[in-house]
Each structure stands twice: as C-alpha cells, then as structure tokens.
C-alpha cells in the first residue's frame, strides 16, 4: 500500500516517533507486554538484563530491553479502551509502516501481545489472588463497532448469545467477542483457569457499582456470571482486553490478556496491597513468554 497518509492522521512527534506511545520500528521488539499502570513498567525493568529505549508521554511509559536472552517492548496504556484504540493503532504503524514517507510496508510485522492487569471476578469461587487467563473476552465497550472488521461465524454466535441473554437493548452500545491467541495461550496461560472476560467502558455504573447515580442495567453483574460458552463462564470484569483482542485479530497480530484477580464482586472482597503477587504473575509471563 503506497498511500501517503496526512500528517493530521497518522501523528508523530518532532523526533520522528508514534506520538503518544514514543516508538519507532526500530525501538518496537516483535513481543510486547501492555500494562495499565504506568508505575508498574519500572518494575518490569527491573527484570530486564540490558535496556536499549526508554521513553515516556503522559501515562505510556515504554521499555525495550532484553530479558532472559529474548527482546521485549514494554508499554503502559492506562485505563480503558479509549487508550487501548490510540496504543494498538499507534504499535501497529510503529511497525509496519514507513514513518518518514506514512506509507505502509510491503512486509508486514506480526506482533505478540500479552496484557499483564488486574480484574474482579465475577464468580465467588475465583479467589482474589488468582490468575486468570482470558480465552474470551465480549466487549461492553462499543470500540470495534467503529471499525470495518470482519466478524467469524463464532464471533457472530457468541455476539447473538451475550445480547439475548444479557438483554441488551438501544441505550448500549452492541456486545463484540473476540478469542486470544491459542499459541500465547498455550505456550503463557496453560495452568491459569481460562475464562471469558467481560470488557467493561468504566469503573463505576458499567461494572455494575451504585455511588450516587444508580446503573441503568439492572443486575448486570448477575446476568454477566450466569453468562456459559463452550463450557466456560464469564468470570472477571476489566476494561481493556476486548480492544486488544480486537484489534490484534484485525490488524494480524496475536494477543493474550492474563490477570490478577483483585477483587471479588460477591463476596465483596478487595486486596489493594498486592505487589507480590504481581510480581510473581509478571515474572511468570517474562520466563514463559520468552521459550515460546
């Protein structure tokens, strides 16, 4: 594709990188790991052997280096999909496209992507403390639904079967779902319970919390849990994977999101002091993701 695209579109800083995530194609290593936290980023760092980039802009803080002999990219999004739409874009063209003339490769790059996060369970059986691997996600978002992709028959299916049963009507944004990548699954999240995952547009009211205004959706929690596929339940709730996924599966690059469960919606439970265990999870990902 030799398409020159506008300056107003495809942005760029004055030192030549993406403009928001500070990465070229050469910085990008082909295996990227995606944090919400900015903060968390230093502590992937502190695991590399050798570091080559850094940069930083706003709350994307970008690390590429070597851990355990292998070339990562590590980059914070912050929260929600609305950031995850300007990341994935964003290491997309750092890629793949030529930033000094805009215009696409003619070799394409397949990145590896792995979100490392945090989530609340929606089953009272998954502990918080325990890691969760997200074999499907269904976007609450509405994100991919501004984007011309191509839906599978699955997609279609489980489409159809989350909005019968969740009830979904006009004031909501329509539900998309999206698989992971069966080879980060099964070379990063083997031993991880698999689950589907709800991506949620926010906090509060989208995720079913009531502080003063009171959610739209009655027992939306309720109807998610209850929600089976394939022998799976949908059981945490986070507000990035379904971007993620989407976009990984449009653009041809593999995406897995692994999480620490933080918070369980019906026992009420909530640990804020949980450095170790994601610690513990982050290095887990380091060791496997560099064998696969």
Request: with cysteine; charged share 20%.
């Amino acid at each position: 594709m030799g398409t020159n695209i506008r300056e107003s579109e495809l942005v760029l800083s004055p030192q030549g990188s993406l403009y928001h995530i500070g990465l070229t194609g050469d910085t990008l290593a082909d295996d990227v790991i995606l944090v919400g936290d900015p903060g968390r980023v230093a502590m992937l760092r502190e695991m590399f052997d050798s570091v080559e980039h850094e940069s930083s802009n706003r709350e994307m803080n970008a690390v590429t280096g070597i851990c355990h002999g292998h070339r990562f990219t590590v980059l914070s999004t912050g929260m929600g999909c609305d950031n995850i739409d300007i990341v994935m874009t964003e290491l997309d063209a750092a890629a793949n496209f030529d930033l000094a003339t805009r215009t696409q490769n003619t070799e394409l790059r397949h990145l590896r992507i792995v979100r490392i996060g945090t989530c609340g369970s929606l089953q009272p059986n998954v502990q918080c403390g325990s890691f969760v691997a997200s074999r499907y996600v269904v976007g609450l978002d509405g994100l991919m639904n501004y984007y011309d992709c191509e839906e599978s028959h699955f997609e279609q299916t489980m489409n159809d079967a989350i909005i019968d049963h969740l009830g979904i009507d006009v004031p909501f944004a329509k539900p998309y779902s999206v698989c992971c990548s069966k080879v980060l699954m099964d070379g990063i999240g083997y031993d991880m319970q698999q689950v589907i995952t709800a991506t949620a547009p926010g906090f509060y009211g989208p995720q079913g919390r009531r502080v003063r205004i009171a959610p739209k959706l009655a027992g939306l929690n309720e109807r998610l849990s209850s929600f089976e596929w394939e022998g799976l339940r949908l059981t945490n709730l986070e507000m990035e994977t379904s971007a993620i996924y989407g976009f990984a599966k449009a653009m041809g690059h593999e995406a897995l999101t692994v999480c620490l469960v933080v918070a369980n919606r019906p026992t009420g439970r909530f640990i804020n002091a949980y450095h170790n265990e994601m610690r513990s999870l982050v290095a887990t990902v380091l060791e496997r993701f560099a064998k696969i």
